[in-house]
């Protein structure tokens, strides 16, 4: 995949110009991310997790925020990208049963999750990385 290419280009050539099956575009982007990712590698939310809506954009208790932070993963957090996988199910991923999960460490204490692919981005903006996961996640919206 050439740099120049467009992100509407670089997505043709994963799934083809055929997007009429999702499922089966599903397992060449995930095939293709298998392939291509280079793991371990830093990630963190795109934007607030399903469970934190309430508290960063509602009238959540930041104290109680704070305290369940310290179990739930937070799109604040910097993760591991420890493995991609395909029918995962978690109760973080808001797409459950659609969505590619990732396996993933938080650095601050170790603490394992299960995310939804989509709802990541690798931390370095200018990585290979970066761009797989976004263009990824931008299908992946666009899509379900």
């Not at 110009?17 to 991310?33: G, I, R, T």
């Amino acid at each position: 995949m050439s740099e120049w290419k467009s992100q509407d280009e670089r997505i043709e050539a994963i799934i083809g110009d055929d997007e009429a099956d999702f499922d089966a575009c599903l397992a060449k982007f995930y095939d293709h991310l298998k392939a291509s990712l280079q793991l371990p590698c830093d990630v963190t939310g795109i934007q607030d997790f399903r469970w934190e809506e309430y508290y960063v954009i509602g009238p959540g208790d930041r104290k109680e925020y704070a305290r369940l932070r310290k179990d739930r993963p937070s799109f604040r957090d910097v993760f591991e990208l420890l493995a991609v996988v395909a029918d995962v199910h978690s109760d973080w991923m808001m797409f459950r049963g659609k969505d590619l999960g990732a396996h993933v460490r938080r650095k601050s204490d170790g603490k394992k999750f299960g995310l939804g692919l989509a709802e990541i981005e690798a931390v370095d903006k200018k990585s290979k990385n970066f761009q797989l996961l976004n263009d990824y996640s931008e299908w992946f919206v666009n899509n379900r």
